[in-house]
Nanobody, 126 residues
Framework: QVQLVESEGGLVQAGGSLTLSCAAS????????MGWFRQAPGKEREFVAA????????GYEDSVKGRFTISRDNAKNTVYLQMNSLKPEDTAVYYC???????????????????WGQGTQVTVSS
């Protein structure tokens, strides 16, 4: 029901910033909680950030708190991930995801999401 298309990532120096966006198809974007996950080579996909359907509830993985900001614009069917003070450890393929299961809040696990973006590479150099 939902198709997610992510913006291009990029190569950023440590300490730099980058914003990712994820555009969703359909007319029911506001019915889905949205999340961002990332996967480094040889590692499992891990939770980064999530935002509830209304945008009223937001959560972050501990290592990105204070540096990353997730937001959504339901009128534009788009979710964003603003990444500041990037570290080499942030290097990964970043995926946006949509959850039709979450109601008021959101899930932090991969299993809580039904739809996934194609993934975009973010590389942070030292």
């Amino acid at each position: 029901q939902v198709q997610l298309v992510e913006s291009e990532g990029g190569l950023v120096q440590a300490g730099g910033s980058l914003t990712l966006s994820c555009a969703a198809s359909g007319r029911t974007f506001s019915s889905y909680a949205m999340g961002w996950f990332r996967q480094a080579p040889g590692k499992e996909r891990e939770f980064v950030a999530a935002i509830s359907r209304s945008g009223g509830s937001i959560g972050y993985e501990d290592s990105v708190k204070g540096r990353f900001t997730i937001s959504r614009d339901n009128a534009k069917n788009t979710v964003y991930l603003q990444m500041n003070s990037l570290k080499p450890e942030d290097t990964a393929v970043y995926y946006c995801a949509a959850s039709s299961i979450a109601r008021t809040y959101y899930f932090t696990s991969v299993g809580g999401y039904d739809y996934w973006g194609q993934g975009t590479q973010v590389t942070v150099s030292s």
